[in-house]
C-alpha cells in the first residue's frame, strides 16, 4: 500500500506539489497508473517510484494497481483423490496481476475490478490445477505428507499458461494442511496403531503376546459379579491383569423324575384267526416203513 503524501519527506511533498501544477503524476513504488484516452483505456504508466507525464485535455487517470505479489489462504474443499476419497486442502498461495502482461482487450476489463476480483480468478485457476494433480496421488501419502513436495511443483507447473491469459503470474503454494474424511481418519489411526503393536510384538516371546491377547479378550467381556484367578503376570499387561473368569455356582433346581408311561394292553382283533391249513401224510410219519 502506497504512503500517504503526508508522510513523504518535505522536500518529496514539495516536488510533488509543483508536479501537480505540471502535467505529471506521481506513481509510487509496486504500482502502475491506469490511462484513459477519451474515455478508453489507452495502458499504464509506470512503474514506480517516478513522475510520469499525463495530459490534461485528452487523458484522465484511474485509481493505482498494484503490481506486488499478494498472499492469502484458502481452503480447497470436494478435491477427490486417486481413490475417490473427497478431501480439503488448505493452501498458502500467492500471486500477482500485472496489467501491462494480458492483451488490451483483457487488461481494460481486469484494472477496474480491484484486488478482491483477481483472487477469486486466481482461486478458480488454483482449483482447476487441483483437479488435475491431487486425482493422480492417494490418500495415505497425502495423509502423511509425503505427497506435499510433489503437489506444490505440480500446482505450480499447471497454472501459468492460464494465468498468463489474464496477467497474473503464481508467486507460491504451499500446503499447510489436509482434511480426510472422518471414516479414512479412523482407519489410518487403526493402521498406525496395527503397526505399532507389531514393532512391539517383535521385543516379546511368541507365548507372552498368546497370553497378553488371551488377557486382553477376557477384560473386554465386561463380566460383573465374576470371580477371577490370577495365572500369573505378562510383559504386555498390567499386574493387575487376570486370566481367567468363573462364574459364580448355583445349586442345581430340585426337578422330580418323570414319571413312568401308563402300561396300556395292545388292541383285540374283532376278526378270529385263520384255520392252520390240513398237513399231507407222509411216508416218514409211519413207524413201519
Known amino acids: 500500500m502506497a504512503k500517504p503524501i503526508a508522510e513523504l519527506p518535505g522536500c518529496f511533498r514539495f516536488d510533488v506539489w509543483w508536479n501537480k501544477i505540471l502535467p505529471r503524476q506521481f506513481v509510487p513504488e509496486n504500482f502502475v497508473l491506469p490511462i484513459y484516452h477519451m474515455e478508453h483505456y489507452d495502458g499504464v504508466r509506470g512503474p514506480g517510484p517516478g513522475f510520469f507525464r499525463v495530459s490534461g485535455w ?7 494497481v498494484s503490481i506486488a505479489p499478494h498472499f492469502n489462504t484458502h481452503a480447497f474443499d470436494d478435491i477427490p483423490t486417486c481413490e475417490g476419497v473427497q478431501v480439503v486442502l488448505h493452501l498458502y498461495l500467492g500471486f500477482d496481476f500485472d496489467p501491462r502482461l494480458p492483451r488490451r482487450e483483457i487488461a481494460m476489463q481486469l484494472v477496474p475490478l480491484g484486488e478482491s476480483i483477481q483472487w477469486e480468478i486466481f482461486k ?3 482449483r482447476g490445477a ?6 493422480t496421488l492417494d490418500a495415505w501419502s497425502l495423509a ?7 503437489l506444490q511443483n505440480r500446482v505450480c507447473q499447471v497454472t ?28 489410518l489411526e487403526q493402521s498406525a496403531q496395527r503397526g505399532i503393536n507389531i514393532d512391539r510384538s517383535q521385543q516379546y516371546h511368541p507365548s507372552e503376546i498368546a497370553q497378553a491377547l488371551f ?21 504386555l499387561a498390567p499386574p493387575s491383569s487376570l486370566t481367567h473368569a468363573i ?6 433346581p430340585n426337578i422330580p423324575p418323570p414319571s413312568p408311561p401308563p402300561n396300556i394292553p395292545p388292541p383285540q ?21
Open 144 to 150: 502423511t505428507g509425503k505427497a506435499f513436495p510433489e
Open 130 to 135: 487441483l483437479m488435475q494433480v491431487v486425482p
Open 247 to 252: 462364574p459364580p455356582q448355583a445349586p442345581p
Open 269 to 289: 382283533s374283532s376278526t378270529p384267526p385263520p384255520p392252520n391249513p390240513p398237513t399231507k401224510p407222509s411216508h416218514l410219519d409211519d413207524p413201519s416203513w
Open 160 to 187: 501459468p499458461p492460464a494465468l498468463q491469459f489474464v496477467g497474473m503470474t503464481i508467486r507460491g503454494c504451499q500446503v499447510q494442511r489436509i482434511v480426510m474424511p472422518q471414516v479414512v481418519r479412523d482407519r
Open 215 to 235: 488377557i486382553e479378550t477376557i477384560e473386554r467381556l465386561n463380566v460383573q459379579n465374576v470371580e477371577y484367578m490370577n495365572l500369573g503376570g505378562s510383559p
Open 58 to 64: 485528452t487523458e484522465r487517470t484511474g485509481p493505482l
Open 124 to 126: 478458480r485457476v488454483v
